[in-house]
């Protein structure tokens, strides 16, 4: 599904603005540009929220060092 600029900041939840930044400086996720219109397919927004996804250190690891 397509979505436009505010639709897809709700659906990552994260600001308007910070998309908007994304797009000029980078490391947001990829988007169609269609005349002055900027519209995101949420598989690309699901693929870059996954993306972002980090895990912790072991803390088991740790106590044993």
Same mark, same amino acid.
């Given at each position: %599904?397509?979505?436009?600029? &505010? ?15 994304? &797009?000029?400086?980078?490391? *947001?996720?990829?988007? %169609?540009?269609? *005349? &002055? ?29």
């Amino acid at each position: %599904m397509n979505v436009r600029v &505010r639709q897809a900041a709700e659906y990552c939840r994260v600001s308007k603005s910070f998309l908007d930044k994304a &797009r000029i400086y980078g490391g *947001g996720p990829a988007f %169609m540009r269609l *005349g &002055r219109s900027v519209i995101y397919n949420t598989d690309d927004l699901d693929t870059w929220l996954a993306s972002k996804k980090y895990q912790p250190a072991n803390d088991n690891a740790r106590a044993a060092a």
